[in-house]
């Protein structure tokens, strides 16, 4: 169809706006312009604009939505995300602060610590109660930095490589999205936490170190220099990043399975209890784990407890509980060019 050059000007800059406003604002924006182009009378020229005036409103609003306290993918959205991550990461890991002792000390001294039970009463009789939480500080800091980023980053790249997949491919390949977009994102995550776990381990496992992160980390800094602080960032990249792929993807893969064969309700239609209902469900697989090595039970626990919490706070702030590709490929800016012309 043939195109005034008013509305394409007018279409520009409606595209442009779309890709920091909800779909709903993108969906109205296309329908105005082809009620335009068609001579509709529904929208009229002259009509009062969106601050009283007369004239067309380059900037068209979104529809408000009680149901909803926060649009999908406006910068709000990722910063919800990050803040969720942040919560989720940093709390998890803070609790199992007492695993994670003795877990690293039987690595580093496996004669004297040989097993969970043994290692656990030399530490005891070593440190006493207090000391199952040495380098606490660290461990909040440092999986706090790593969650916000593992999390928000995961949202950003889901919906970039969905987009780059494009519409008739995003379903097929959402999988691959999924390790993508989490790999991408661990990458940066630790980045954030390499610093704190070097200093965290050191504390932990050095007998007469330091106390903490206050006297800690700047002992760590004068005997192994700034560089010194990720030291250990290819290893951890190399532990971290498949097991954020895995955990990511399936439990994307997990909630598809869920919402499609045990839950006979789309998820948007879901009240917050049921969605939050099928999110425990995979939650609690980690509390099966108390049989296994030490490494499974505390990263099942963390597993679970951070899906609940992130989901948890997601829905608390007025988003969707995780699970599906980014809906925003099939709208993109150059699918809706296309459709048009």
């Known amino acids: 169809m043939d195109l005034r050059d008013s509305d394409r000007h007018w279409l520009l800059a409606t595209i442009l706006y779309s890709e920091l406003s909800p779909s709903a604002t993108r969906t109205i924006a ?5 009620r335009r182009s ?19 409103s380059l900037f068209p609003e979104a529809p408000s939505d009680p149901k909803k306290k926060i649009g999908l993918y406006p910068p709000l959205f990722y910063a919800a995300c990050t803040a969720g991550g942040l919560v989720s990461c940093g709390l998890t890991h803070m609790a199992v602060t007492p695993l994670d002792l003795v877990k690293c000390n039987m ?17 005891l009789k070593e440190q006493g109660l207090g000391g199952f939480f040495k380098g606490w500080v660290p461990t909040l800091l440092g999986y706090s930095a790593q969650g916000a980023c593992k999390f928000g980053f995961y949202e950003f790249f889901k919906k970039y490589y969905s987009h780059m997949a494009g519409p008739e491919f995003v379903e097929k390949y959402k999988t691959l999205i999924y390790l993508a977009g989490s790999a991408s994102a661990e990458l940066i995550a630790d980045l954030a936490l390499c610093p704190m776990e070097a200093v965290k381990v050191r504390v932990q496992t050095q007998p007469g170190f330091a106390r903490g992160l206050s006297d800690g980390f700047p002992k760590f800094v004068k005997s192994e220099g700034y560089t010194g602080l990720y030291k250990g960032l290819v290893p951890l990249w190399g532990r971290q990043i498949p097991y954020t792929m895995m955990k990511f993807a399936s439990f994307e893969t997990i909630v598809e ?26 939650g609690l697989w980690g509390l099966f784990t108390r049989g296994l090595p030490l490494r499974i039970v505390m990263i099942g626990t963390l597993t679970g407890a951070q899906w609940g919490i992130y989901d948890a706070f997601k829905v608390f702030v007025g988003l969707p509980t995780t699970g599906g590709v980014s809906p925003a490929s099939a709208d993109s800016p150059a699918v809706k060019l296309s459709k048009l012309t």
């Not at 068609?38 to 067309?56: F, I, M």
């Not at 690595?107 to 530490?123: C, E, R, V």
């Open 30 to 34: 296309v329908e105005q312009l082809l």
């Open 38 to 56: 068609t001579g509709s009378a529904d929208l009229d020229d002259s009509a009062p604009s969106n601050d009283g005036r007369s004239g067309r």
């Open 107 to 123: 690595q580093i001294d496996p004669a004297k610590y040989k097993s969970i039970l043994s290692g656990s009463i030399a530490l």
């Open 257 to 282: 399975m869920i919402y499609k064969y045990a839950i006979p309700v789309p998820k948007d239609k879901c009240s917050k209890t049921t969605q939050l209902g099928a999110v425990r469900k995979i």
